[in-house]
């Protein structure tokens, strides 16, 4: 076989990986927006057994062989790309056992209505020992791929490849120490900001706002659908990237941002260059690029003031209460260090959320944490670093879906990626009239400037590389540090 | 190994396929249901990958290993019901190369909104190149498994393994000769039946109605829900068995009996044993049988007397329209020889439909027709058989969805499957005072009755086992034309 030969042969298997994973989420998507209840035993075994195909697939002997072949082949950076990312893949889930991989998968799936059980009880008991059991097998993952690294450096490696769970720490430091004087001159500060809802909202408008908001973005509806779901994710392919929302009676603009969050994650997914649909080229770079879009959007563009110039009369028709493009401004970027929930959390105490579930969550995987023990820890650090307590388990460690995912080392993204967002929003400024073209509700100069730097890349380039190509400085907290300094000391009057 | 431990092997691998085959039917649940138009092209992909997955586990040498061991072991009959649907499955599918598989999987995938189109515009034309692509497909397909044989013979053990063509045509032929003097005095008789419903009824309504009708027959909403689709359908596992229908403004009855056809379908899969999931012992027996419990449920319990007696009033609190029970009796079964769709067909004329799906699907796979030919034909067969012609192919050869998903041999089962729900019917009332029961909406023991006769078993017997340790008998068209001359005889008093 000529290198080329070996390069397409290669490529189809690739795809067919490819396939088998995007089957899988439609799945999940599926179950958990419309599948009934009764569902979860065969989904379990259905998703279990594609989870097992897509390793047996990626592990496959050939696979080994291609890519000792291509490794000394004179192949274009495109191609060299694909072999870079199929093979670090390759070369992880070599060493994790197809029974652990399947064990994951059923166990998560199994996991999933336990978790909202116990959610809904408030009580941390119903859920321990799946939560246990979910935290031995990632331990035991983690171990397989390398017994003598720091097991949480190896999970957080499955979300963020590239940047190193060190370089990680470091900035997220940098963004805790700026932050917390910030948080602690905006608690000082005298200013009350504008509130101008009341009372609850009809699920019906609330829907006919969110869907005005994702044309106005604009979410291409032929590719997508909006739906609901209990905790709002995004998912799909370039083909059909869907987005789900929920509604809160008496939080009218959660949803909102909520949704537009979610289109910036199926923005990303949109712009993937479709010829590649099934390879690294025509894949998502990880989390942290992947939240970057997504924060972009719900932070840099939706609670800007000139979106609110643009939108407020579209939010007024549609939720009936009277508000100046101000009053709006100032209720989307309200500071709340009583909040007790991440996703309803403002954009600086935000990151104090991640900080606590990046600690705890580091801690259980070390073996420096019982799971008995999740939920004093959660409401001491709540306390801690925000000043309030959960009164039940459901509004503090049962909150978030990731651990019954099997999601350690994903949180740390969160943060990382609205660094990024700050970091791509100030660079497109220098090429953009982004005020304007927002206030005027032109948001496609912001889509094309997007899909030219980050998306149309797919995985040509590393997460480091993507970063500097893009902004054409590393990853750090400074540009989204100057960002809220400059907002939050504008609005709440700070020296 | 022991044979435990072989047939141990076995049933897990066997497991792996039906999951399999569970997670591709899902995903063209998602198609036809929720998916946005342009997730086409990566639907096709995956739908075509987890397609070829299934056939090389089904192929796989390991099954032909096992098999062999299993052959001469003491098995009980249980486990010999497995190997021997495994055995025949897997035999069929040897026959067929992987590309084949995939190839007929992707055409069919992308044929449907070309089918979809088609069909709204009317015009055969813009599908004729696709049919004729799946045509010659299926004519490969056929020749792969046995070049020898009539290449339908062998597509119609696709959907009907057991019971012969023979048989088939045998027991078609005796219908149709039983049908066609019925229906020539049907349309002779001076009787006009009540048709009390006039204009349009809004789909709300018409949702509130069929949600009722499925709650009263005891459908399991815990493991099923009800959506729209073009073309209703129903599928999935006895752990989440959907159904689909699709409501037309001017006929608000038609809603109705469309749910209650796809309840019974919905009925026999959730009513399968769940500890056998993945296994044929756990998988409904083939489209005749299926086919049964739907016009079980569909004619013989939702256009009964008793049935109206007991639904009028939930009929008309939801529609407005005064009517007896005695009107809606008589709507629901009046006969219609000038109606064009298939679906929309009343119990007579039905059967002269499919007749004329069997006749030119038979005559394609045989090449003695030519697929251009088929509007021309479709339209003078129901000229022949029904005095009626199709202003446009949308209301002709492009209604059905079958030769899109390159079903053919499918439709005969309809019959036959109508054949055997007449043959149910008149057993189960040799042990029920099923009228009775109907009248005061007592579903449950008819539901018990089919769970213990029919469901519970999954494929432990072949079909004509299965049919004779339910019935008594054999099948035969005898017991449906007994009910159809007592119940028309009366309706249009007929000598």
């Known amino acids: 076989m000529t290198a080329e030969d070996t390069y397409a042969a290669f490529l189809d298997h690739v795809r067919r990986i490819g396939y088998v994973g995007d089957a899988a989420g439609h799945l999940r998507w599926d179950q958990e927006v419309v599948m009934p209840e009764g569902g979860t035993p065969a989904r379990s075994k259905q998703l279990s057994t594609l989870s097992g195909i897509r390793h047996e697939l990626l592990t496959d002997d050939d696979v080994a062989d291609w890519l000792e072949e291509l490794d000394g082949a004179d192949l274009d950076p495109d191609r060299a790309a694909v072999v870079r990312e199929v093979e670090r893949e390759h070369e992880r889930a070599r060493q994790v056992p197809d029974e652990l991989v399947e064990e994951i998968s059923a166990v998560t799936s199994e996991a999933l209505p336990v978790w909202e059980s116990a959610r809904e009880a408030g009580e941390f008991e119903e859920f321990a020992d799946t939560l246990a059991e979910i935290v031995a097998l990632r331990r035991e993952y983690a171990a397989a ?119 910036g994650h199926a923005s990303y997914t949109q712009g993937l260059p479709r010829e590649h649909y099934g390879t690294p080229l025509g894949d998502s770079r990880d989390m942290v690029v992947h939240e970057s879009q997504s924060r972009l959007w719900e932070n840099h563009v939706g609670r800007s003031r000139p979106f609110w110039e643009y939108f407020a009369g579209t939010v007024v028709d549609h939720l009936g209460t009277p508000a100046s493009a101000r009053d709006l401004y100032e209720a989307a970027n309200t500071v709340h260090p009583d909040n007790l ?38 409401n001491d650090k709540m306390d801690d670093y925000l000043g309030v307590r959960p009164e039940d388990d459901g509004e503090g460690c049962l909150q978030d879906i990731h651990w019954t995912h099997a999601d350690f080392g994903y949180f740390p993204t969160y943060s990382l990626g609205s660094l990024l967002a700050a970091q791509l929003d100030a660079a497109a400024r220098a090429d953009l009239d982004l005020d304007g073209q927002i206030r005027r509700g032109e948001f496609g100069p912001l889509r094309e400037w997007l899909g030219e730097r980050i998306h149309r890349h797919g995985c040509r380039y ?20 100057a960002y809220a300094e400059e907002k939050y000391g504008a609005l709440y009057e700070l020296d």
């Open 462 to 481: 590393t997460t480091p590389d993507l970063i500097e190509a893009a902004t054409g400085e590393s990853l750090s907290a400074g540009p989204f540090l």
């Open 341 to 378: 929930i991440r996703v309803e959390a403002d954009e600086l105490t935000y990151h104090l959320h991640i900080v606590l579930r990046f600690e705890i969550e580091r801690d259980l995987i070390r073996g420096d944490l019982d799971v008995a023990e999740v939920p004093a820890v959660w």
């Open 145 to 263: 791929i390398d017994p003598d690294r720091d097991p949480y450096e190896v999970l957080f490696e499955n979300y963020e490849p590239y940047l190193g769970i060190d370089t990680a720490e470091e900035i997220l430091a940098e963004l805790r120490d700026g932050l917390v004087p910030l948080i602690d001159a905006v608690q000082a500060s005298d200013v009350e900001l504008a509130a101008p809802f009341e009372g609850e909202y009809a699920e019906a408008d609330q829907r006919a706002l969110v869907e005005e908001a994702l044309d106005a973005v604009g979410y291409d509806r032929e590719r997508g659908r909006l739906d609901t779901a209990p905790h709002p994710f995004s998912s799909g392919t370039p083909f059909d990237a869907r987005v789900t929302t929920r509604f809160t009676p008496g939080e009218p603009l959660d949803a909102l941002s909520s949704t537009i969050h979610e289109f």
